[in-house]
């Protein structure tokens, strides 16, 4: 159903922004510590990851297709495209000191 008056243009990425502006404050306030990095998981074989590639987002790599209680070392499940975003752009100084 359209929604005439409604006009947001590029709306995953607006969406994508405006979270990625509020998630470390947000988290903070719930956990006690903020977060500077984030990442996501792209099924490559059932999505593209416009949206996140049009807000900044940036491939790092992909998973092995075994899941993380995987025993059999062998890939079971669809490899995945990993996608981060630096929420400080002191990220990595903030991380290392962790």
Request: charged fraction near 20%; charge should be positive.
């Given at each position: 159903?359209?929604s005439?008056?409604?006009?947001?243009?590029?709306?995953a990425?607006h969406i994508?922004?405006?979270?990625?502006?509020s998630?470390?404050?947000d988290?903070e306030?719930?956990?006690?510590?903020?977060?500077?990095?984030?990442?996501?998981?792209?099924?490559?074989?059932?999505?593209?990851g416009t949206c996140?590639?049009?807000?900044?987002?940036?491939?790092?790599?992909h998973?092995?297709g075994?899941?993380?209680?995987?025993?059999?070392?062998?890939?079971?499940?669809?490899i995945?495209?990993?996608?981060?975003?630096?929420?400080?752009?002191?990220?990595?100084?903030?991380?290392?000191?962790?």
């Amino acid at each position: 159903m359209n929604s005439p008056w409604v006009h947001v243009p590029h709306l995953a990425s607006h969406i994508l922004g405006n979270m990625a502006r509020s998630l470390s404050a947000d988290w903070e306030r719930m956990y006690h510590h903020p977060v500077y990095f984030a990442e996501t998981f792209i099924d490559p074989t059932r999505f593209r990851g416009t949206c996140y590639r049009a807000a900044n987002w940036v491939l790092m790599g992909h998973t092995t297709g075994r899941g993380k209680n995987d025993h059999s070392y062998k890939p079971n499940r669809t490899i995945k495209e990993v996608l981060g975003l630096p929420l400080t752009p002191r990220f990595r100084e903030l991380l290392s000191q962790m």
